[in-house]
């Protein structure tokens, strides 16, 4: 009897301990799962906004641009230049007036790098106020003593035919002095600073539309013949330009079509097309700025040779761009932009 009952309990104190043993791994799991859960939810990282390109605010994923300078190339802009080779990859294009009224381009570049840009052409006064606020590499063919030694105070690396290597290279197909060219991934291995280079303008996000009138075409008014039309393209969103009575295609069948288009109605320094004079980029004026398919009216300032040109509409507010190629068109004052609204 005693043994029956001794063996009654024990079965009994088996089955509890059984039955604690598997409630307590039953907690167990629960806990541990409740716990990873928690983890899991507090330790999603928050979504890093894309680096942009400074030049164009466009995204650069990849960071490329963040360990390049800007590289600026002066290139021919007369009939004999045409097509053009590698403006189209540019991130800004400053057209300025030289002498006689012609107009010259200085191509700025620091996204995309063409093995051939050109023609290269001489360097001039105002070269010096363009470059000043991003630094970096410029390229030329030479120039005039007063200009040479006025870009040479600017904070940039200078390379011509005599010192860049292969960077530059005569094309034996072409005339000079429409025949010399220069390779620009070559150029930005010169180790040109600040890296990356400051960013010249504000853009606007892409959800955000511009405001203003709307838009059809408009004509910087460049004189002697090298008036620049820009018309509204709704397809690419872009302002396709013409020169010279015709549609201004790069070499390789590449319209020019930048997302914007800057003009700055500024004072040559010495008169119109006189040969030693310069657009005065320090101070204040009146701002044309298109972008969008619209007109925002305004004015640019720029206190100092090491600030950039700062734009701001009538209300001012600061007139932001969509990111993309930009054209600054250093029209003189006694010059005009007609402009063909939009029904």
Do not use: C
């Not at 003009?263 to 310069?278: C, T």
């Amino acid at each position: 009897m005693r043994r029956a009952l001794l063996l009654v309990l024990i079965l009994s104190s088996s089955s509890n301990v059984v039955v604690a043993s598997s409630a307590l791994a039953d907690s167990t799991t629960t806990t541990t799962s409740t716990t990873t859960a928690s983890s899991t939810t507090t330790s999603v990282p928050k979504t890093k906004p894309l680096p942009v390109a400074p030049l164009t605010g466009l995204p650069d994923p990849l960071e490329m641009t963040k360990h390049r300078s800007a590289l600026t190339i002066k290139i021919d802009n007369t009939p004999g230049a045409m097509p053009q080779y590698g403006i189209e990859n540019a991130d800004v294009v400053y057209e300025e007036i030289v002498e006689g009224g012609i107009t010259r381009l200085a191509a700025i570049f620091n996204t995309r790098l063409p093995t051939v840009v050109g023609p290269v052409r001489s360097v001039r006064r105002t070269d010096r106020e363009i470059v000043f606020p991003i630094g970096g590499i410029f390229a030329f063919s030479g120039g005039a003593e007063y200009a040479v030694r006025s870009i040479k105070t600017a904070p940039v690396k200078l390379y011509n035919e005599s010192n860049s290597g292969p960077a530059m290279f005569r094309d034996p197909k072409r005339y000079p002095p429409h025949n010399l060219f220069a390779n620009a991934a070559l150029l930005m291995k010169k180790d040109g600073l600040p890296r990356p280079p400051p960013a010249l303008f504000t853009y606007r996000s892409g959800s955000r539309k511009a405001r203003g009138p709307r838009v059809r075409s408009f004509v910087v008014g460049f004189t002697e013949g090298y008036a620049a039309t820009y018309s509204w393209d709704t397809t690419s969103r872009s302002w396709d330009r013409s020169v010279f009575g015709q549609p201004d295609v790069a070499a390789n069948g590449v319209r020019i079509s930048p997302r914007n288009v800057i003009v700055m109605s500024v004072n040559y320094v010495g008169g119109v097309g006189v040969i030693d004079s310069y657009a005065q980029l320090i101070g204040s004026g009146p701002v044309e700025v298109f972008t969008g398919g619209t007109l925002q009216r305004g004015t640019w300032s720029r206190p100092s040779l090491r600030q950039r040109a700062v734009y701001r509409n009538l209300s001012g507010q600061l007139i932001k761009l969509t990111p993309g190629q930009t054209w600054v068109e250093l029209l003189d004052v006694s010059e005009h932009v007609s402009i063909t609204t939009a029904s």
